[in-house]
């Protein structure tokens, strides 16, 4: 045997070995860092071209054809007429589907059937859901919706965002441990009692978080709302459901359409703050996840 | 149980008044099976939606069909629905959607597998606890956003790179839709890669497997049915894809392959018809439902077969 094999110096052929493992390394992180340098340039390009357009005045105009004129007053209103009805319809149909899914469903074919289908709808393209709404909201049930109403909206994101707020709430009522239910069985609760008082107070955080992420992507929701109607001159504030309305990102979209540069630097101003709100929805999620952590 | 603990524990139900003795269970077992009604009944509206979004898509297309033969539809290569003649031949809006979806994968698939690779194999705690959320808030920014930033950004930044690039074009469009279903790519492919046991990575560091080896020959073909289930369901998104494609691709049907030019997609159509004032019943209003029918088939397709592709090929580590 020859002295170098001795030596610790690793063969030449490991080297190589080696060598070619951190170049592959390293692409692998640049590949990662793509997605963490375009978020920072799409941020830092928003906020150059919108900033200095973002005066008092931008929040309580009403859109006009004069760009510094121009404000999104009726979207703002439209987006939280918008957010408080979707999450008065979703939260309590995406809770009560998860515990029937969880806690009573029998395991069988109904159960893996509705499994399945809400499975396949959270991905069904949005704009799928904007033409259900025009047909069913606003065609149909006219006479209830009042036609191209915040209502139909409404009802349009809620199913949107239903099959993510019902899979993130069965997560949750999962994580509920069994011990917990037999505890509450072993003293007579019934199986409501024991969901009621035991499973869903347990299971609330997670739930609240899963809401909240599920309505933060509700917010930035455009096409379906083009379909229902969203996309007219609005100077004016929502009264009731049945009113006719525009939001954030429609706002956003007809700016960004058109040429004048003006129009664009509105556009990125009306993208600031529903990125603000985005972002700080998405942080009272990750609060309330961490806060209500619990290891059982 | 005594009787005052089944007292107590009616009571605890709140609700109904407070029952008293054994003989309220029978009002209670109604209540329970009333209960258990109702949330069934949450569990159906996501069928009902399923039902709803089929028979609208296929009730207003057969108006459609009545008025443009299926073969005429599925295979025409001119579609002019709002300016005379009038032709409907979906072809040139199926290509936009798959000419952008191409970029899109093209971006995608080896930027989100190289970020599952680096972060279910390589990067720190630390660092990972960092690139997870931006990937999340990333996935999260609205499609509107992207479109923005397509138009008012990437273009401008291509066009002396690109010579003959378009103010709208699929490029532009392509590339932003890849940077949106990158995260979708990377999550999927990271927590399959996750799930390949700690066993099969020691095994082979014990033959004296290097890093990249093990992350590449090892890691990579045992998670292989979760990394291809979500190139198939990141293509889905991208097909479904709207505000972005309407904002950066522009609204011009062109049975083309140049990415430089501005073209339409199945969606970007849909928005279309619905910015302008067509009246319900018309040939324009169904066409949407032909068009929404055929993007439904197609991205409802992809889904089961990428679920279904996860199901059968994924190998079981007990």
Not at chain 2, 75 to 89: A, E, K, N, R, S
């Given at each position: 045997m020859s002295v170098e094999r001795h030596s610790l110096e690793a063969p030449p052929e490991l080297v190589a070995r080696r060598r070619r493992g951190k170049v592959f390394q390293y692409l692998c992180l640049s590949a990662t860092l793509v997605g963490v340098v375009t978020l920072v340039v799409l941020l830092a390009d928003v906020l150059i071209d919108g900033v200095a357009w973002l005066t008092p005045t931008f929040f309580t105009e009403f859109p006009s054809r004069i760009p510094a004129r121009a404000g999104i007053k009726s979207a703002l209103y439209g987006t939280v007429w918008l957010m408080g009805l979707c999450a008065l319809i979703s939260f309590p149909l995406g809770v009560a589907a998860a515990v029937w899914l969880e806690e009573?469903?029998?395991?069988g074919w109904l159960q893996t059937v509705i499994q399945t289908n809400i499975a396949n709808l959270a991905g069904v393209p949005s704009i799928v859901y904007g033409i259900l709404g025009l047909a069913v909201?606003?065609?149909?049930?006219v006479p209830f919706?009042?036609?191209?109403?915040v209502i139909s909206g409404a009802l349009t994101i809620s199913l949107l965002v239903l099959p993510i707020l019902i899979i993130a709430s069965q997560e949750a009522i999962r994580a509920v441990p069994g011990s917990i239910r037999e505890a509450s069985y072993g003293l007579g609760a019934t199986k409501w009692q024991t969901v009621r008082h035991h499973v869903l107070p347990n299971a609330m955080p997670g739930i609240l978080t899963g809401t909240i992420l599920a309505l933060s992507r509700a917010i930035g929701e455009t096409a379906p709302l083009i379909m229902i109607g969203a996309l007219t001159f609005i100077a004016f504030v929502p009264d009731g459901p049945r009113d006719q309305f525009t939001v954030l990102s429609i706002q956003i979209y007809n700016w960004a359409s058109r040429p004048q540069p003006e129009f664009q630097h509105l556009a990125a101003a009306a993208i600031i703050v529903l990125l603000m709100l985005l972002l700080s929805m998405n942080a009272l999620a990750i609060w309330l996840r961490n806060r209500h952590h619990r290891e059982w | 149980m005594s009787e005052r603990a089944i007292i107590e524990v009616a009571r605890g139900a709140g609700g109904g008044a407070p029952v008293?003795?054994?003989?309220?269970a029978r009002s209670r077992t109604a209540k329970e099976a009333a209960i258990g009604g109702l949330l069934f009944a949450a569990g159906a509206v996501s069928i009902l939606t399923t039902v709803g979004i089929i028979a609208v898509l296929v009730w207003e297309s057969l108006a459609f069909f009545r008025r443009v033969s299926v073969a005429e539809f599925l295979?025409?290569?001119?579609?002019?629905?709002?300016?005379?003649?009038?032709?409907?031949?979906v072809l040139p809006l199926l290509m936009g959607s798959v000419l952008v979806s191409i970029i899109a994968a093209g971006i995608a698939i080896p930027l989100g597998l190289g970020s599952a690779i680096y972060l279910s194999e390589f990067a720190p705690e630390r660092l990972r606890r960092f690139l997870k959320p931006v990937l999340e808030i990333l996935a999260g920014v609205p499609s509107v956003v992207y479109g923005y930033f397509a138009l008012t950004f990437v273009t401008p930044l291509l066009q002396p790179l690109v010579?003959?690039?378009?103010?709208?074009?699929a490029l532009s469009a392509g590339i932003v839709v890849g940077i949106m279903v990158l995260p979708l790519i990377a999550s999927l492919s990271e927590d399959a890669m996750n799930a390949v046991p700690r066993g099969l990575r020691q095994g082979a560091y014990a033959l004296g497997a290097t890093k990249f080896e093990v992350a590449t020959r090892v890691v990579t073909p045992a998670a292989l049915s979760g990394i291809v289930a979500s190139f198939i369901l990141a293509i889905s998104r991208a097909i479904g894809e709207t505000m972005a494609v309407v904002l950066a691709a522009g609204m011009t049907p062109n049975l083309t392959l140049d990415v430089r030019e501005s073209i339409q997609t199945l969606t970007a159509y849909i928005v279309q018809v619905s910015l302008g004032d067509t009246p319900f019943g018309s040939i324009e209003y169904q066409s949407i439902f032909a068009v929404g029918l055929l993007l439904f088939a197609v991205t409802l397709g992809m889904n089961v077969f990428g679920r279904w592709f996860l199901k059968r090929y994924r190998e079981e580590y007990a």
């Open positions: 009573y469903a029998k395991k909201f606003v065609r149909w049930m919706t009042g036609g191209r109403s | 008293a003795s054994l003989r309220g295979t025409g290569t001119v579609w002019t629905p709002l300016f005379v003649p009038q032709h409907f031949g010579p003959g690039l378009q103010l709208f074009n």
